[in-house]
Every structure is written in structure tokens, then in C-alpha cells.
Antibody, heavy 115, light 112 residues
Framework: QVQLQQSGAELAKPGTSVKLSCKAS????????IYWVKQRPGQGLEWIGY????????YYSEKFKGKATFTADTSSSTAYMLLGSLTPEDSAYYFC????????WGQGTLVTVSS | DIVMTQAPLSVSVTPGESASISCRSS???????????VYWYLQKPGKSPQLLIY???NLASGVPDRFSGSGSETDFTLKISRVEAEDVGIYYC?????????FGSGTKLEIK
């Protein structure tokens, strides 16, 4: 069955970076887009962008350009999102989802940015 | 960016009754291919979002047929018939017509 397993919670200091992972299983990794979504605690959902592991193509919402960087390792069927220059406003849950429609979601990774 | 506006902010429903949630987009979500790219998601407390309805009116796999989606080019409705306790959570509409994809702000469904 399709599964997306995300990495564990992160506690980071302002100005640093974190790299989140999303390991896919149960399907052909290179055939589907991986989307990333941000959700601040108690708030709504916000699309960050996507990567297509088949060719490494990426798209970033304007708001996240320079903040997020997507990569994918096809050998391990894992997608990554690097969040840089962290500020407290980056504290949130981050979800990965398969495909634009989001038929499958990871369990989310909580990132807390605090000094 | 396309703005998705949901109403109401919250709804309280007696089990067994129906509930409707509205969503309006700032531009038509009808593609020239005839598909309307509005989607509905439910986020249960403490869980990841789950897909309920895709392309305005198609039920996602495993979703009870108590859920249905309808609408026009810019006005959309999610209807939940015979509401059950397991339906509590926040419902989001989303548009996948053009980048950046955008979500509505959510509607919280509670049980009376």
C-alpha cells in the first residue's frame, strides 16, 4: 500500500536550516509529484510547492522561493525539503503528499524554531 | 493567486442530519478540458488531511458516499448526509487549476 513516512520533529535555532524527509513506498516513486504543505499550529493549509522525482523538476510558491528547496533521491524513494534561514514564523507542521490531489499524505513533521 | 473563500467558519450538526459547506473561488476553476479543479479535504483532529472529493464531484477512494460535491465554475458545495461522529474535523476546499494551488481557510464541523 502507498505510504509516505516523514522524518521526526525538529527543534532549530533562528538562522539555521533543517532538512525534512518524506520516504515513499508502495508505488513507483518517479511517476508522481511530491507536494509539500505548511500548517502553522491551529491554522490552515498552505501549499509550498512540488518536486517531480522523475526529472527533478520543481515549483515553488512565490512566498517560499528562497525559503524552501526540494530534492529527491530516487535510489531511496525519498523526497527532501530544506528550509533555510529559519525564523519563528517557520514553526509549523510540514506535510508531504503524493500528487496534486493529495490522495496520500505523510504524517507530518513538526518544526519548532526557537532560540 | 486564486482566493478560495469558505463559509461558514464552523457548523454544528446533530448526528443523522445533513451539513453543507460552501466554497467560492476568485476565478473560474473550469478548465478548457471540461474539468473543474476544485477539491475537498478533511483534516481530523491531530491527523493529516485526507482527500474527500476531487475534480468537484468525484468521490475519493474509500470515502463514504454520504459525502458529495457539486457546483458551478466558481461556487462549490460539499454536502455531508447523515452526519456521523467520525466526520468531525476541519474541511478545506482547494483549487488545483493553476499554480500556486490554494486552500480555503477551513470550516470546522462539530457534533451537537
Amino acid at each position: 500500500q502507498v505510504q509516505l513516512q516523514q522524518s521526526g520533529a525538529e527543534l532549530a535555532k533562528p538562522g539555521t536550516s533543517v532538512k525534512l524527509s518524506c520516504k515513499a513506498s508502495g508505488y513507483t516513486f518517479t511517476s508522481y509529484y511530491i507536494y509539500w504543505v505548511k500548517q502553522r499550529p491551529g491554522q490552515g493549509l498552505e501549499w509550498i510547492g512540488y518536486i517531480y522525482p522523475g526529472n527533478g523538476g520543481t515549483y515553488y510558491s512565490e512566498k517560499f522561493k528562497g525559503k524552501a528547496t526540494f530534492t529527491a533521491d530516487t535510489s531511496s524513494s525519498t523526497a527532501y525539503m530544506l528550509l533555510g534561514s529559519l525564523t519563528p514564523e517557520d514553526s509549523a507542521y510540514y506535510f508531504c503528499a503524493r500528487g496534486a490531489a493529495g490522495a496520500y499524505w505523510g504524517q507530518g513533521t513538526l518544526v519548532t524554531v526557537s532560540s | 493567486d486564486i482566493v478560495m473563500t469558505q463559509a461558514p467558519l464552523s457548523v454544528s450538526v446533530t448526528p443523522g442530519e445533513s451539513a453543507s459547506i460552501s466554497c467560492r473561488s476568485s476565478k473560474s476553476l473550469l478548465h478548457s478540458n471540461g474539468i473543474t479543479y476544485v477539491y475537498w479535504y478533511l483534516q481530523k483532529p491531530g491527523k493529516s488531511p485526507q482527500l474527500l472529493i476531487y475534480r468537484m464531484s468525484n468521490l475519493a477512494s474509500g470515502v463514504p458516499d454520504r459525502f458529495s460535491g457539486s457546483g458551478s465554475e466558481t461556487d462549490f458545495t460539499l454536502k455531508i448526509s447523515r452526519v456521523e461522529a467520525e466526520d468531525v474535523g476541519i474541511y478545506y476546499c482547494g483549487q488545483l487549476l493553476e499554480n500556486p494551488f490554494t486552500f480555503g481557510s477551513g470550516t470546522k464541523l462539530e457534533i451537537k
